[in-house]
């Protein structure tokens, strides 16, 4: 099992920047992949950016050269640096887990952090 909590979602204007936090129940070197999904009103949940254990990272176009992901191990925690940030980036902004346990992959969720971009 690994529990999530998210933090840091906000209000801020277009053009600002906001740092996004997840805090993992278990070291991060037991989970294979971790990241950062969003849903706005209407939409479907839409993958924003992941890092896997080995370090490698994806991020969605919309979100390239804009936000980043980052970790620190020894905090369990995974960080989603949003700077640049549009109004359509508003959304419900979840932590996500993929854990491979006994030969079986699990998919684990925070409770979300509400990200709105408006002035």
């Known amino acids: 099992q690994v529990q999530l909590v998210e933090s840091g979602g906000d209000l801020v204007q277009p053009g600002g920047s906001l740092k996004l936090s997840c805090t993992a129940s278990?070291?991060?070197?037991?989970?294979?992949?971790m990241g950062w999904y969003r849903q706005a009103p209407g939409k479907e949940r839409e993958l924003v950016a992941a890092?896997?254990?080995?370090?490698?990272?994806n991020y969605a176009d919309s979100v390239k050269g804009r936000f980043s992901i980052s970790t620190d191990n020894f905090k369990n925690t995974v960080y989603l640096h949003m700077n640049s940030l549009k109004p359509e980036d508003t959304a419900v902004y979840y932590c996500?887990?993929?854990?491979?346990?006994?030969?079986?992959?699990?998919?684990?969720w925070g409770q979300g952090t509400q990200v709105t971009v408006s002035s």
């Open positions: 996500h887990a993929r854990r491979l346990d006994h030969g079986i992959m699990y998919d684990y």
């Open positions: 278990r070291s991060i070197f037991s989970i294979n992949a």
């Open positions: 890092i896997t254990s080995g370090g490698n990272t």
